[in-house]
């Protein structure tokens, strides 16, 4: 078992955000209604939302709220899956896929609610999310996802390519559509946020206590860490990508279904206002059809913050800087001479249908992982969910398609291989659609 290593990542978040609320670590023996396992995005959004329904919730995490992907992401504020589309979703969950539709749709919205209602300062910018289209054959993607998530009354829009030009001030993509409620947020600044907001409704959080194990006895649920234990009539994991960094008998059910993948973010310079508003001018957040992912958009100090993917193992920030300032200044040429102040790296949960993996653990206990690159708004109405699950809210209320854990196997061999898989998005990008 590794003990918690709070050190923080060397990001432009952990530069800018005020500090996190002062935490316990759990010492001794505690007892709560509710407990859940990790102070990310959906657990506390579970926590904030059982506290605002009167319930006793105690969070146990690791390192500190907001240490893992919930602080590390490029902020992002995404109201869809990365892949599958709402009848990619119903067609596999039925009823309650259409529900979890639903969630999704709203989940932009869910998130900046939350934020407006806590009074959570986190640089929130609800300016809509673009996703351009790379080749003239993909705009297919995007028809096809206007068309389904008009469906579903999402305020969606198709655009030429003159508008994807207009909104972008770059003439690198072909069209694409934009989804309204969309945004983004500095996540690190939402993350200690919501723990503050949880602390003041009188929710408990335990810092720097990894869970090391989880046991049912009688009507409680058990959850051991290295100073103590606590328990609970119900029980969430929430601990998503990072459910095996400390430990692997903590939820080996859970971490073996997911391969967490190593994201990495970077932000440039400031830069200057005449430039600026030549880029994406309606501060809008861009993630674009490439496997191997463009995407980007401007914090609250006029930085780019952007990022990319590399496989090979050495030397990855200065690779990184290299290649990434290129295709900035390819994309947006009057950009000029690009310098990054802060690169780092986080863990994506990804899984082999691109499906976030919602579970019933047993009596009164749920978990989930999954966010496949597109957690902060999900993780956010997730929580709202999840506690309504251990209120007691039927199934058939439930926006979460229940599933049962299913590891990939040999997941731990895979692992590290999966920054390979880059090649293959890397030809597939290369290709048109017939």
Not at 53 to 66: R, S, T
């Amino acid at each position: 078992m590794q003990h918690a290593d709070v050190r923080w990542p060397d990001s432009l978040w952990h530069a800018v955000t005020a500090p996190g609320p002062e935490l316990p670590q759990l010492l001794g023996e505690e007892r709560a209604d509710v407990v859940v396992i990790g102070a990310g995005f959906s657990g506390l959004s579970t926590a904030l939302h059982l506290r605002e329904a009167g319930v006793d919730v105690a969070v146990v995490e690791a390192a500190e709220p907001g240490w893992g992907a919930s602080g590390r992401n490029n902020g992002q504020v995404i109201p869809t899956l990365s892949r599958p589309d709402p009848e990619d979703i119903v067609a596999k969950h039925g009823a309650a896929g259409e529900r979890f539709v639903g969630l999704l749709r709203d989940s932009a919205s869910t998130l900046f609610d939350v934020a407006r209602r806590h009074a959570i300062d986190a640089e929130q910018e609800q300016t809509g999310w673009v996703q351009p289209v790379h080749s003239p054959g993909r705009i297919k993607i995007a028809e096809r996802r206007v068309r389904q998530w008009s469906k579903f009354g999402a305020p969606v829009e198709l655009l030429s390519r003159d508008q994807a030009r207009d909104m972008l001030g770059s003439d690198a993509w072909y069209g694409g559509f934009w989804n309204k409620t969309g945004g983004h947020i500095n996540p690190l600044a939402l993350a200690r946020g919501l723990a503050r907001a949880v602390l003041a409704q009188g929710g408990r959080i335990f810092a720097r206590s990894p869970a090391i194990g989880i046991e049912r006895q009688q009507d409680r649920w058990i959850v051991k860490t290295v100073g103590g234990q606590i328990s609970g009539r119900a029980l969430v994991v929430a601990s998503n990508a990072y459910s095996g960094e400390f430990t692997k008998s903590l939820a080996p059910s859970i971490d073996g279904e997911v391969v967490p993948v190593r994201s990495w973010q970077m932000v440039t310079q400031p830069l200057s206002d005449n430039v600026r508003r030549s880029i994406i001018p309606g501060r809008q957040a861009m993630s674009d059809t490439h496997g191997e992912l463009y995407f980007g958009r401007f914090d609250a100090r006029n930085r780019f913050v952007t990022g990319g993917a590399i496989i090979r193992p050495f030397n990855q920030a200065a690779t990184l800087k290299a290649r990434v300032a290129q295709r900035l200044q390819r994309l947006w040429p009057q950009i000029g001479e690009v310098r990054f102040d802060y690169v780092w790296n986080g863990l994506i949960g990804m899984t082999p249908d691109y499906l976030p993996h919602i579970h019933r653990l047993g009596p009164n206990a749920y978990g989930w992982t999954g966010c496949n690159g597109r957690g902060v708004a999900l993780s956010i109405a997730l929580g709202d969910e999840l506690s309504k699950a251990v209120r007691g809210a039927p199934d058939d209320e439930l926006a979460l398609p229940f599933t049962a854990p299913t590891p990939i196997p040999a997941n731990e061999l895979l692992r590290p291989f999966a920054p390979l898989m880059m090649v293959l998005y890397r030809h597939r990008d290369s290709r048109e659609i017939a």
